[in-house]
Structure formats: C-alpha cells, structure tokens
C-alpha cells in the first residue's frame, strides 16, 4: 500500500485526529507519507515525522491559507498526477469532509466515510462503519484504487515514535472556480464561559425545548443536580446558547458519570462527543429517536412535563 | 433567481431502517418520506424567492416513492421538479450519485443549488462537494445563516474552531444546517396545488449518462458484510404516564447518581 494522510493544522499545529490517522496508517503494511496544505507551513509539516510519516508533501501557496476545501482539492489532484498513491485517508472535520468529497468527484475515486476502525484482510483494505444510528456495523471495501476514507472525529489517538519526516513541496495550479469562494471573517470561539469538560453531571438541551427560554428548565436541572448545562449545534447554531457549551464533533468532547439529554434527537455528530458519558438518560417524545439506540435509560414523554417535575423531586430529596 | 434544491427520499425513522442482508442495500421497500434535513434547505430557498422572486426547482435521485418526497416539496411551495429515477441507478455509491445529480443540474442552470446537512440514512454530509466539483462552481458547507445579494451568496459556518464567514459569486452551490430556520408545513392549498406542478421524471441514458457509469457498476465502493453492533448494557426505555420524573429519580438513586 501507498498511503497518504491529509493532515490539518490550525493555528501552527497539526491537529490531534489527523495525526491519530496518521499513527493508524502507519500500523498497516505499505509506505505513508502526509500532506500539508497551507501558506507557511513547512515547519508544521516536519512534525508529522514524529508520527509514522516517512515523507511530508507540503504546498506553500498564500491561496491555501485560508481553511477552504476547493484549493486543497486542487492540491491533492496535482500531486496525485506525480506520485503513485492508492489511499488516501482523512480525519473527519468540517473542511475535510468537503476536500475528501471534492477529490473523490475529481479522480471519480470511490470514497467511504465515517469510519471508525480499518484493517487488512487477504490483503484488502476494509473500513469499519458503523451505520443507521450505529445500529448496524458495515464492512466497506472499495472496488477500484484509488480508496479515499474519511475517519470519524475522534478515532484514534496519535502514537508518538522517533521517527523523521523528509519534506518535499510540490507546486499547485489552481482552477478558476476554486478560488472563488473567499473567507471574510474567521471568529474564533470565545473560550469563556462555562467549563462542561469537566463537570460530573451534564444536562444538556436540544432543539425539542422549543425556545431559547426554555433552556431555564434545563439550567434548573442542572443546578438541582449539580451539574452543568450543554448544547446541541442546532441550537448553538441558533443562537439559543453559547458555542462554549456544545457537544459533538464540532463542539465538546465529554465524559460525565451522568448525562440527561433533553430534547435531543441523538445525531452522530453528538454522539461522538457524549458517548464514553456513564449514564445516559434521554427524554424525548419522538419513540424512534435515534438517541434511544445508545441511552441507558430512555423516557418517551414531553420534557415539557417531565423535567420541571424531576427537578422538583431532585430537589426534594436534597431537603 | 433560479434556485435548485436537492433532496432524498429516505426509509421513514432511522431506527426502523434495515439494511438488506441479500443485496447489502438498505431496505427501501417500507415507507419512506422526504429527508427532514433536506426541508430547511427548501425552507431556505422559499424565503429567498419569497424576499427576491424567482423559481424553485427540486431535484432528486431515488426510486419511484421518491415521487412523494418530491410532492411534498412542492407543497411547500416549490415550483417545479426532476427526479432521476431508473433502475440501472440502484446502489449507486458518491461517485456515481454525483455523476447523475451534477449531470441533472447541469442542464437546468440554476444560479443557486441547495443541499441539505445530511441525508439521515447515510450521515455522509459530504454530497455537495463533490457535486460543486463536477460543476466547477464554488461551494459553502454548514451554512447556518444565508444571504443572497448583488450576484454574491454569503454564509456563515461552524467550524471546530468557531465561525467562519464566506462569500461566493452565483452560481454557487451551498448546503445549508439544520439551524438555518424552521421549515413551514405544507398547507391544504399547498398539497393540494403540488399535483398540478411540472413534474419531470428522467432515466440515466435521458441524462447522457451510460450503464457503466451508474448504479453499482459504476459504484468505487462496495459493502462486504454486515455485523452486528458490539453489545452494551441494557437499555431500559419507559414511556410516560406521568410517573416518568419519579421513575427517573428511582433509576439515579438505585445508581447513586442522585
Ligand atoms: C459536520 C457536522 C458537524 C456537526 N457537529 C455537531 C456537534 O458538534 N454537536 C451537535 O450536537 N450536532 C452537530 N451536528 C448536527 C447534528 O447532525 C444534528 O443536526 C444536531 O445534533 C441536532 O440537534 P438536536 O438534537 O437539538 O435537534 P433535532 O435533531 O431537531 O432534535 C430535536 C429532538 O427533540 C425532540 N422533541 C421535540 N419536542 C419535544 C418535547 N416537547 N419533549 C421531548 N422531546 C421533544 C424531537 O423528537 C427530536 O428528536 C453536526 C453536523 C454536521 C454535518
Ligand atoms: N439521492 C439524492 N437525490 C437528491 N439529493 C440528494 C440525494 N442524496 C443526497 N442528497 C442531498 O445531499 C445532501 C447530503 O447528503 P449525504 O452526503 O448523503 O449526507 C442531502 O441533504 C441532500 O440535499
């Protein structure tokens, strides 16, 4: 095998998951390599060494600056016409997702995603996936090279060797319409308020609470047990409550002996970032809730009715 | 504006859908509706024809059911609709889904095409790029707020890091969150005008697109089997009868957890 790591960095780091996949590249049989794409990035690069890359590719254009997929697809195109790879693997994140798409459309390369384990067998790659609210574990091939995967968020964890990168830059040309998308702003997450990596018990609303106010039932939850209050993106996005307080793929990571989900469908971009929670409670009036698959504890009901009253007794039991 | 939407009619529940164990493709033989993540992206284009005229087309790839999650987008309020639809397109993977879907958009020109944040029975959330890619046009993911304005589309976007603003001229292409806003629900009217709209149906050879290309031939990647997941602890699932808060105390407190 001939494999290829896609590796994201931010703010002059590569990021955590991509060298996770990197290490996990580097278990299977065949030569690894990584790629960086960025503008100034060639020190950056030189890190991946550490971590099972033989050799670092790196193009160091001010057109790929900025985190936009299109030119990273334009990268990747090209340095597949001068060298020979027949995988190509990503950690999964809002950009990658959209570079590993792009260039499976790009070199019509079949391309398997969300997955969560990959191993040899007689030779073959075969991916792991868990699939239908994880309620089914597929196994996925690929029928022609190259493979392209994209690995969910959190995986596996980076393994540190001894090891040295060589880094070689290769040179880019761009297509007109990758570059027409730009990025005006970048904001990034105000690390204030509250801490939910840490807290015990975590209460945590969705969209089912039907209104930003509503998210005081849950705040009151919380306080009666102690705990902290977390979020679904739907309602980050929404402006319902703050970013710091999201869990899933692009939000927290968290692991609480208690978790009580309100209101919560149970997507896999929040799964991810609940799952290893000790207990999980759900409330949600929807029986066929995808959040109902991995809970310890399911209540089908309106949380409407539901949480006021466990409140109340939580507190009671307390007096 | 010409606004295409794209949407997929998906097996109704995600819990309830199966994968085949035969021919390893999900079971689409039970009901089915449209991909809830697909109707704030028909939201989404309603508003903006609503703000600055135009038209609003779907677009769809599916079997023949798919008819009545494309009727339930044009109750909405869509104006007209395609859906690709042919046998030879069965288990048709990203490569040749795409090779379908851009070869539909092609020929119908829109100045914006819209996708949903994820189809709930595959959870790729990875269609429109390579969509945008075999349209040669620019691409916004994630959106949570969307602008149209002199010719620019602007989105705004959460990425693992905080929020990202970008800008794009038409045509582009933009899959949307589910956050962006609350779909509307179609009125009486509405369903009952959805029959009359232009509705097309086209096979793959229609679209220019040969056998090899299509369905699983023309699929790079393929199912090798089926497992089940690993087993946890039980799960105890209790409905609501108004003793749910008590029962739930009970369960925290024979676990120490209260
Ligand atoms: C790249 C990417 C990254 C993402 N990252 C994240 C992430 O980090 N975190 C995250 O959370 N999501 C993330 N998502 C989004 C995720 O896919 C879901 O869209 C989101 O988690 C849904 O949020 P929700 O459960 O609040 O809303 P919904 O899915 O709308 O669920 C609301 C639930 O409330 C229930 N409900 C409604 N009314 C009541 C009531 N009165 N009583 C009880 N229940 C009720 C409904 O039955 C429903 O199940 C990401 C998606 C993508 C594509
Ligand atoms: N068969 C299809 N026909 C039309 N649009 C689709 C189809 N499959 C997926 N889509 C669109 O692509 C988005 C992302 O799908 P996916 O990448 O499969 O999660 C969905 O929200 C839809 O907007």
New binding site residues.
């Given amino acids: 095998m001939a494999t290829l790591v896609f590796l994201e960095h931010h703010q002059g780091e590569l990021l955590k998951p991509s060298l996770g996949v990197l290490s996990k590249a580097a278990e299977l049989d065949g030569d690894v390599a990584g790629v960086v794409l960025g503008s100034g990035v060639k020190e950056v690069a030189s890190g991946a060494g550490a971590y099972g890359a033989g050799k670092v590719y790196v193009a160091d254009r001010t057109e790929l600056e900025r985190p936009l997929p299109q030119p990273r697809v334009d990268a990747l195109a090209k340095l597949f016409q001068e060298q020979d790879f027949d995988t190509v693997l990503f950690a999964a994140s809002?950009l990658s997702?959209d570079v590993a798409a792009g260039l499976s459309a790009r070199l019509g390369a079949g391309l398997n995603w969300d997955l969560t384990d990959l191993v040899q067998e007689n030779g073959n790659l075969v991916g792991k996936r868990p699939a239908l609210g994880d309620s089914v574990y597929v196994d996925v091939g690929w029928s022609a090279e190259p493979r392209l995967a994209l690995i969910r968020a959190g995986t596996f964890e980076p393994k540190q060797t001894d090891g040295e990168a060589e880094v070689e830059e290769f040179d880019v040309e761009f297509e007109d319409f990758s570059l027409q998308a730009t990025m005006v702003e970048q904001a990034h997450a105000e690390s204030e308020g509250p801490s939910i990596e840490d807290a015990d018990v975590i209460v945590a609303g969705?969209?089912?609470l039907?209104s930003p106010d509503n998210f005081k039932l849950v705040e009151e939850l919380a306080q009666a047990l102690g705990g902290a209050v977390a979020a679904?993106?739907?309602?980050v996005d929404a402006g319902w409550y703050p970013y710091a307080t999201?869990?899933?793929?692009?939000?927290k990571t968290v692991s609480p002996k208690l978790y009580v989900a309100c209101?919560?469908?149970g997507?896999i971009?929040?799964k991810v970032?609940m799952q290893s929670a000790g207990t999980i409670v759900a409330?949600?009036?929807?029986p066929n809730?995808p959040i109902f698959e991995f809970c310890d504890l399911g209540v089908v009901g309106?949380?409407?009715e539901i949480v006021p009253k466990l409140t109340e007794l939580v507190r009671s039991r307390k007096r | 504006m010409k606004i295409a939407v794209c949407v997929k009619h998906v097996p109704e529940g995600t819990t309830h859908a199966r994968i085949d164990p035969q021919t390893k493709r999900l079971d689409r033989s039970g009901e089915g509706a449209i991909n809830a993540f697909d109707t704030h992206a028909v939201e989404e284009a309603l508003k903006l024809k609503e703000a600055d005229g135009g038209e609003v087309l779907i677009v769809s790839m599916g079997p023949q059911s798919a008819q009545d999650s494309v009727r339930k987008a044009l109750a909405m309020g869509a104006d007209s609709a395609l859906l690709i639809s042919d046998e030879g397109a069965a288990g048709s993977d990203l490569v040749a889904t795409t090779t379908a879907l851009a070869a539909a958009l092609e020929g119908e020109e829109a100045d914006l095409v819209l996708f949903g944040?994820?189809s709930s029975d595959s959870d790729g959330?990875v269609l429109w790029a390579a969509v945008a890619d075999r349209l040669r046009r620019p691409v916004i993911s994630?959106v949570a707020e969307l602008a149209v304005s002199g010719g620019k589309v602007t989105g705004k976007r959460q990425t693992e890091f905080g929020y990202d603003t970008i800008e794009a001229p038409l045509p582009a292409v933009v899959a949307v969150s589910?956050a962006i806003n609350e779909p509307r629900y179609p009125s009486l009217k509405g369903i009952m005008g959805a029959r009359s709209k232009p509705q097309r149906t086209v096979s793959l050879s229609e679209l220019g697109i040969d056998s090899g290309a299509a369905g699983e031939g023309g699929s790079k990647t393929v199912v090798q089997g089926l497992n089940d997941p690993p087993p946890r602890g039980d799960t105890v699932k209790i409905e609501d009868d108004g003793s749910a808060a008590e029962k739930i105390v009970d369960y925290l407190a024979e676990r120490k957890l209260v």
């Fill in positions: 809002v997702a969705g969209r089912g039907g679904t993106r739907a309602v999201q869990v899933g793929q692009t939000g209101g919560i469908s997507a971009q929040h970032g409330i949600n009036k929807d809730a309106d949380l409407h | 944040q994820q959330a994630q589910d």
